[in-house]
């Protein structure tokens, strides 16, 4: 049976974080397999909406936002942040803040691995980025992946940079409040990114969506590329549950067998969805 393929997808990423191709790429391939909305969500960065809207002028709707890093219960928590004002002075002062967590939590990853037998891990991340790009954990797994240190990138991650490992590295995101906080003053809306992604029971997840729903959250992601089925079912439920409105994004970075641009978004019927919102209008769903 071929895979469902959704025409829009409102979680990706550029060269201007931890993805693979640059925002003009990446729409280019948007458009190569059929997509009418894309929605570019680097981390905790906005440098490639620009490129990325002036390449998609006229032949796909590009959707300007983030993901962003948070904390809530001592776990680290993305956000994706849709429809955002990218000259908002506050979402700036935001960015700008957590780059130089980025930066500093870059650093320290590059010292571990560089203690593992590695050699200038972080200013080789450097220069394989884009200008200005975050510096993420997924840099330096596609680094460790191409030094031959291991089979894969997520085989890389596993390895050394997920918690527990050797090169893990914490860092003190703000709280899910101000995150949201921030996204709503930013005139954007506030969506939790993968929610199956996390370590949690489904109490501590339901835990989660209700503080994420008393911060101001709006959305949640009910639909990704490597999801099973009774998760993206459960996740239909909570929507439903909390009152959210449903989202849905490949989180696609690089060219992989299992996550791709459209694949397999299926989307739950009987939902609210995210394109429903006043703050889409200007977008042009159908």
Same mark, same amino acid.
């Given at each position: 049976?071929?895979?469902?393929?959704?025409?829009?997808?409102?979680?990706?990423?550029?060269?201007?974080? #931890?993805?693979?191709?640059?925002?003009?790429?990446?729409?280019?391939?948007?458009?190569?397999?059929?997509?009418?909305?894309?929605?570019?969500?680097?981390?905790?960065?906005?440098?490639?909406?620009?490129?990325?809207?002036?390449?998609?002028?006229?032949?796909?709707?590009?959707?300007?936002?983030?993901?962003?890093?948070?904390?809530?219960?001592?776990?680290?928590?993305?956000?994706?942040?849709?429809?955002?004002?990218?000259?908002?002075?506050?979402?700036?002062?935001?960015? #700008?803040?957590?780059?130089?967590?980025?930066?500093?939590?870059?650093?320290?990853?590059?010292?571990?691995?560089?203690?593992?037998?590695?050699?200038?891990?972080?200013?080789?991340?450097?220069?394989?980025?884009?200008?200005?790009?975050?510096?993420?954990?997924?840099?330096?797994?596609?680094?460790?992946?191409?030094?031959?240190?291991?089979?894969?990138?997520?085989?890389?991650?596993?390895?050394?940079?997920?918690?527990?490992?050797?090169?893990?590295?914490?860092?003190?995101?703000?709280?899910?409040?101000?995150?949201?906080?921030?996204?709503?003053?930013?005139?954007?809306?506030?969506?939790?990114?993968?929610?199956?992604?996390?370590?949690?029971?489904?109490?501590?997840?339901?835990?989660?969506?209700?503080?994420?729903?008393?911060?101001?959250?709006?959305?949640?992601?009910?639909?990704?590329?490597?999801?099973?089925?009774?998760?993206?079912?459960?996740?239909?439920?909570?929507?439903?549950?909390?009152?959210?409105?449903?989202?849905?994004?490949?989180?696609?970075?690089?060219?992989?067998?299992?996550?791709?641009?459209?694949?397999?978004?299926?989307?739950?019927?009987?939902?609210?969805?995210?394109?429903?919102?006043?703050?889409?209008?200007?977008?042009?769903?159908?």
């Amino acid at each position: 049976m071929p895979a469902y393929f959704s025409k829009i997808d409102l979680h990706s990423h550029s060269t201007a974080s #931890d993805g693979a191709f640059t925002p003009t790429a990446l729409v280019e391939r948007a458009i190569e397999r059929g997509l009418t909305h894309l929605a570019l969500t680097d981390h905790d960065a906005v440098l490639g909406v620009k490129e990325a809207q002036e390449a998609a002028r006229g032949r796909l709707e590009l959707i300007p936002g983030a993901e962003l890093s948070a904390t809530w219960e001592n776990k680290q928590i993305h956000i994706a942040a849709l429809f955002l004002d990218i000259e908002s002075p506050i979402l700036k002062e935001f960015l #700008d803040n957590q780059k130089t967590l980025r930066v500093q939590r870059a650093m320290e990853i590059g010292a571990k691995l560089d203690k593992q037998g590695f050699k200038n891990s972080y200013e080789e991340c450097v220069k394989r980025a884009g200008e200005g790009a975050s510096i993420t954990r997924g840099n330096y797994a596609r680094y460790i992946f191409e030094m031959g240190r291991a089979q894969s990138a997520d085989d890389a991650f596993n390895s050394y940079l997920k918690k527990g490992k050797s090169c893990y590295v914490k860092t003190n995101w703000p709280d899910v409040k101000d995150v949201v906080k921030v996204i709503l003053q930013s005139g954007g809306v506030p969506v939790l990114a993968h929610p199956k992604r996390y370590i949690l029971t489904n109490t501590k997840l339901r835990a989660l969506m209700e503080y994420f729903k008393d911060a101001g959250g709006v959305g949640i992601e009910v639909s990704s590329s490597q999801m099973r089925p009774c998760d993206r079912d459960y996740l239909a439920t909570l929507c439903q549950k909390y009152d959210f409105y449903a989202s849905l994004g490949s989180d696609f970075h690089a060219v992989g067998p299992f996550r791709e641009l459209g694949l397999n978004l299926l989307m739950p019927e009987n939902l609210k969805h995210v394109w429903d919102l006043p703050q889409a209008q200007n977008y042009h769903f159908e």
